[in-house]
Nanobody
Framework: EVQLVESGGGLVQAGGSLRLSCAAS????????IGWFRQALGKEQEGVSW????????HYAESVKGRFAISRDNAKNTVYLQMNSLKAEDTAVYYC???????????????????WGQGTQVTVSS
């Protein structure tokens, strides 16, 4: 059974930090690009950050560049999202997703991802 389980969300004050984790099982984790997406209440889902299956190349949305850092530990089948200097506009449910066959790259499109976690709430108070 394929599973992606996010953890690490919570309530934090603006300027604070959180570290999200995404633990995967049931598929060959190292072969998949992993993305973090988020959806705020009443808004469309948006891509946040991605890490490729080859060479761990990372990509970030402009809105989080310089504040967020994505990393992966293939030995633990886990991806992390370190979020610093959090802002109220970062408040959302954060989802991790796994996508295959991006040829070492990534896609910002949610529909191209095969597996999804259940999400973890991040709330930033101003």
């Amino acid at each position: 059974e394929v599973q992606l389980v996010e953890s690490g969300g919570g309530l934090v004050q603006a300027g604070g930090s959180l570290r999200l984790s995404c633990a995967a099982s049931g598929f060959t984790f190292a072969d998949y690009t992993i993305g973090w997406f988020r959806q705020a209440l009443g808004k469309e889902q948006e891509g946040v950050s991605w890490i490729s299956s080859r060479d761990n190349v990372t990509h970030y949305a402009e809105s989080v560049k310089g504040r967020f850092a994505i990393s992966r530990d293939n030995a633990k089948n886990t991806v992390y999202l370190q979020m610093n200097s959090l802002k109220a506009e970062d408040t959302a449910v954060y989802y991790c997703a796994a996508g295959w066959d991006f040829k070492g790259s990534y896609s910002p499109e949610p529909y191209e991802y095969d597996y999804w976690g259940q999400g973890t709430q991040v709330t930033v108070s101003s």
